[in-house]
């Protein structure tokens, strides 16, 4: 125990080690099973919500509950953001309404959407009807996009200024608003209706003097998205104008919301993962923190079967030459390096395509051009290992 209370009570390091977070786990194991709440929350008082996000994923299902009782709402709702989806659902059904109201209410108007929508329509009617009036109004919106577009993924807290107000004028302005909005990179600039008209970067307002007018500084070349542009594409503008937040306008062009980097880092994880899994063969859609072996299995049975097939086929077409090779037994021993390579070359097709739609290197429209590369880059790669294989072949059998 005295082990323990050093623990809680040491510096803080700029980050934790592995080691470090192997060794906490192992002490709130054990103050769990004692129910040392007080020690508990003396540790986890000391680390971040992302740290607690892991030691929640290295818990037992039991352990995992308790400890995320412990937590106070706003902590909570920082922690709920930053885990996996099976672990946030588990969590969100062992809570009684009223602790999910408190923590939602905590939470981002982006991360209380993506929870609400994980609830059944009657108790995130309950929940949205606890909730304060306008946060509840904000989650409603949010909820009318689909999810995996601008609207869906994009933030209600936002800081915008009237283009006519003093540099001075905007600062304070933002200072009444900082305790709302967790990371303010740009502050937009509007009209008297509420329409984009440029934006400025916090440092130039910082550095603008006092008396200047927001319009004199700002850009006004925005680059902004529509609530129905595809989260892919979203990405894609990060990524080509170096952004780090995007503002979110409606069909008349007023400011709606916005979309940080944050937002963003997920959408390229999730995209990600699902390019691998196209790759692998599986089902998109299956999260990699899933445990269940019927989910997993579901997900991976589909291109199996197609492979299995294909193989059956295969299996089928060397049996119609079935005397040639009872004549020239030899051709038996190069089949398995045949059947191999073929597989290799068709994963690296498959690899550098997916790839290459994913960054936008490979277009649809020229599929054709990049077809026929790809034939050439075969018949090169069958000219080498043809030649390869019948040097080995010469030398194996003379």
Request: hydrophobic share 45%.
């Amino acid at each position: 125990m005295e082990r323990i209370m050093s623990v809680a009570e040491q510096e803080r390091d700029p980050y934790p080690t592995i080691e470090w977070l192997e060794s906490t786990i192992e002490d709130l194991r054990e103050l769990i099973a004692n129910r040392a709440d007080g020690f508990i929350r003396n540790i986890v008082r000391e680390l971040r919500p992302a740290d607690i996000a892991h030691v929640l994923r290295h818990l037992s299902r039991e352990e995992r509950l308790y400890l995320f009782s412990l937590l106070d709402p706003e902590t909570a709702s920082d922690v709920l953001a930053e885990l996996d989806e099976p672990i946030q659902e588990e969590l969100i059904r062992e809570m009684d309404s009223e602790r999910l109201s408190q923590v939602i209410d905590e939470m981002e108007s982006d991360d209380a959407t993506d929870v609400v929508a994980k609830l059944p329509s009657d108790v995130a009617e309950e929940i949205l009807e606890s909730i304060d009036r306008e946060d509840s109004a904000e989650v409603r919106e949010l909820l009318s996009h689909a999810e995996d577009t601008a609207g869906g993924i994009m933030a209600k807290e936002f800081v915008a200024v009237n283009k006519d107000l003093t540099v001075d004028q905007a600062i304070q302005k933002i200072r009444h608003m900082a305790k709302e909005i967790e990371d303010i990179y740009n502050v937009f600039a509007v009209d008297d209706e509420g329409h984009l008209v440029g934006v400025v970067p916090l440092q130039d307002l910082l550095l603008a003097r006092p008396g200047m007018k927001v319009q004199h500084i700002m850009d006004t070349d925005v680059v902004y998205v529509t609530p129905d542009v595809d989260q892919e594409e979203v990405a894609r503008l990060f990524k080509m104008y170096d952004l780090v937040s995007i503002p979110v306008v409606d069909e008349d062009k007023r400011l709606i919301g916005r979309i940080t980097i944050d937002d963003v880092m997920d959408v390229i994880e999730e995209e990600a993962s699902e390019d691998a899994q196209m790759i692998a063969g599986i089902t998109t859609g299956l999260d990699f923190s899933e445990t269940s072996p019927l989910k997993v299995s579901r997900a991976r049975l589909p291109w199996l079967i197609v492979s299995f097939t294909g193989e059956i086929i295969s299996g089928q077409l060397m049996s119609m030459f079935h005397t040639t090779l009872t004549r020239v037994l030899y051709i038996v021993f190069f089949v398995p390096l045949i059947m191999a390579i073929g597989g290799n070359v068709g994963n690296q097709s498959a690899i550098m395509v997916i790839r290459g739609l994913d960054t936008g290197e490979v277009d649809v429209l020229e599929m054709g051009k990049r077809l026929r590369s790809e034939l050439l880059v075969s018949l090169i790669l069958a000219s080498v290992l043809a030649t390869a294989i019948f040097m080995i072949s010469w030398l194996w059998f003379h």
